[in-house]
């Protein structure tokens, strides 16, 4: 794998985040009336922003916190109580995210779960649900359970991206059903690398599962979002002026919105697949 520096790459993909918050909040005030909690369609305008912030970005950034040179970021300890800090944060957003859809969706009587956004949403959501919790099962399924944990990190990023851009479809066509990183797979890390009681066999043991888990989840999440773009814009734009095909402006801007989402997802999967980025096993053993 070719060498990339790492301050072009992170200024890169900071500016990405920016560039895919600012136009996730520009869509839902532009061509979705704005902001309300309240039950109306306004709150359920909440669900894509919180989504995006939550699930792709934060938990995309987090996942890349372990790539940051020593001489940036200092001792390990330092470095998990921010993957931490920023996997709760993202939890938290995820929440809120879906609280929005399923308050709109009570409110206007509408079904809820029916589309294969919603599907890969809850699948990525519950997967981060079930990767924090982790850490109340018994210490021989801990050790087995690792190289999953680290697989579905990378898959619900996947799925939260893919609800993200679906999201935004469905926003146009109706909701963003997705994830973001689940309480299983933060209290699970948290338990195993940033509490000093667990033996280090352990974490060698279940370093894997955890980082399999977080590409899991990211991409779990890039494709609900993307679906949820689709979904959103299948559902609004359906009268004869201006149907999808025809490609009116709100199309381009959430089909690019998608694409930049899609893009911030291969950024921080290819970050972290660089062997050169990733940080030593016997430096990350401890907690300092």
């Known amino acids: 794998m070719p060498t990339i520096p790492f301050l072009p790459y992170s200024i890169l993909v900071g500016n990405l985040s920016i560039l895919c918050l600012g136009l996730t909040v520009y869509w839902s005030q532009h061509w979705l009336g704005g902001f309300a909690w309240d039950g109306s ?15 792709v970005i934060l938990y995309g950034i987090a996942a890349l916190v372990y790539r940051l040179p020593s001489s940036q970021m200092g001792s390990m300890l330092s470095r998990k109580v921010l993957h931490a800090t920023l996997t709760l944060i993202a939890f938290i957003s995820a929440i809120l995210g879906l609280e929005a859809a399923f308050k709109f969706h009570n409110v206007r009587k509408i079904p809820s779960m029916y589309s294969l956004h919603s599907w890969l949403g809850l699948t990525a959501w519950l ?22 944990h680290v697989f579905f990190g990378s898959v619900i990023l996947g799925l939260s991206t893919a609800s993200c851009i679906s999201g935004i479809n469905e926003k146009l066509f109706m909701r963003l059903f997705l994830i973001h990183v689940s309480p299983f797979q933060w209290f699970m890390g948290f338990a195993s690398f940033l509490l000093p009681w667990m033996p280090i066999w352990f974490r060698a043991l279940y370093k894997p599962v955890h980082v399999f888990f977080g ?65 030593s096993d016997v ?6």
């Open 215 to 279: 590409s899991v989840i990211l991409g779990l999440s890039i494709v609900s979002c993307i679906s949820g773009i689709n979904e959103k814009l299948f559902m609004r734009l359906t009268n004869s002026t201006t149907p999808y095909s025809k490609l009116p402006a709100e199309a381009w801007f959430a089909n690019f919105l998608g694409m930049l989402i899609l893009v911030f997802g291969v950024l921080v999967l290819l970050g972290l697949a660089i062997p050169g980025w990733k940080r």
């Open 127 to 148: 997967m981060g649900f079930a990767s924090f919790l982790l850490p109340w099962m018994p210490i021989w399924f801990l050790v087995l359970y690792k190289p999953v």
């Open 283 to 288: 430096n990350s053993q401890g907690i300092r």
């Open 41 to 55: 369609r306004k709150m359920f305008n909440w669900h894509p922003v919180l989504m995006v912030t939550g699930m």
